[in-house]
């Protein structure tokens, strides 16, 4: 067997346990999937596991952060599809939410993600994916004069803690109302940031 053929058959086993474990933790939540589970599922040894992810956590992070990548790329494309830097926030912090109510998305990325990582990994997970693109439309809107001169950090931290509540609470929310409520009540809280 050649080096590519092995390369390209540990690339394989580490898909297929990225993608098992996705589900399962999706489905059943990171606490209630064990590691002979997931190697059941992905049809490998444990062995093999530990060969790509030296824990269950560390399976989790990899999860996460191809999560995270998926969501942010999601916002930025629906963002970039404007060409108006106010348009790109607002349908961007649109897209979040609407990715954000999906119930496989919210375990993983806003329930099991803080408290496996701990607070402070999670959020510099989240900074460094969905969080830089909501920094970086506040820098344009701010440069612009659409939104007052004031420092991004906090107003970036602000949004986000907004839209994830908002994504929780959805979450739990038994009303199919509430997801057009809470872009309603996105938009207008979006708006009040405009300089008038």
Known sequence: MTNGVRA??????????LRESRRLFSTLGYA???????????GVTKGALYHHFGSKAELFRAVLEQVQQEVAACI??????QEDAWDQLTSGCQAFL??????????????????????RDWRAMNEATSGRHLAQA????????????????????LLSGAMNEAALWLAA?????????????LARMLEA???K
Request: glycine fraction near 4%; hydrophobic fraction near 45%; charge should be negative.
């Open 32 to 42: 209630s999937v064990g590691l002979s589970e997931i190697v059941r599922a992905a």
């Open 193 to 195: 940031l405009r300089a």
């Open 98 to 119: 609407s990715a954000s109510t999906d119930p496989a998305l919210q375990r993983i990325m806003l329930v099991d993600g803080p408290a496996v990582l701990g607070w």
């Open 138 to 157: 506040l820098t344009v809107l701010i440069q612009q004069g659409t939104i007052p001169a004031q420092p991004v950090a906090p107003l970036t931290h």
């Open 8 to 17: 390209q058959q540990r690339e394989e086993t580490r898909r297929t346990l």
């Open 76 to 81: 930025a494309a629906t963002a970039d599809a």
């Open 173 to 185: 929310s038994e009303s199919s109302a509430d997801l057009a409520d809470t872009r309603q009540a």
